[in-house]
């Protein structure tokens, strides 16, 4: 898959959530299929073949990941937290992120990381999930902000994370770029 394949998934998310976020506020199984389905299907993933991906993958005793997504060799390469839309910060549209806004999702400053921000009990949770697992992503979405996590590096969760972007704000190509750098299926298989 391309990245304008990634645009065109993007382009389609924003539509959906101008039209019917309040249907998917508030209700994760619905952001799953109306938000993040489509983006994680535009980077080469099919979340209905469980060679590469299995929704609801357990990590542990009552424990379940939204999305595991496997490589050619059946190693579990991302792990995918969903929230509800809305439930993940934003960035603020105002002067102190105009270069944000104008720019790269490549590196973020450290006062803007800190600002984007996923509640503690979220990156807690996605932690539970990796544990054990020393290779690859985490990603934890509300299917408008993507928190990336890089799971090879040791130290705590939240200072794992390494890219944020949001598909509803953002500059589209550089949002499209970053998501399909790190997360487009042909990276793994």
Known sequence: MATKDVEDAIRHVRRVIADSWNLASGNETRTRYMLIDPIIASLGWDTTDPIECIVEYERGQQSRVDYALFDGNAELVVLIEAKSV???????????????????????????????????????????????????????????????????????????????????EGNLRDAARTLHQWLRKERWW
């Open 86 to 168: 809305g439930n993940l910060p934003f960035v603020p549209r105002d002067e102190r992120h105009r270069d944000y806004w104008r720019g790269s999702y490549k590196s973020l400053p450290e006062y803007l990381m800190a600002s984007t921000r996923p509640d503690r009990r979220y990156e807690v949770q996605l932690r539970d999930y990796a544990r054990g697992f020393n290779r690859g992503i985490g990603v934890l979405t509300d299917g408008e902000s993507w928190n990336l996590y890089d799971l090879e590096k040791t130290g705590r969760i939240d200072r794992k994370r390494f890219a944020y972007v949001d598909v509803d």
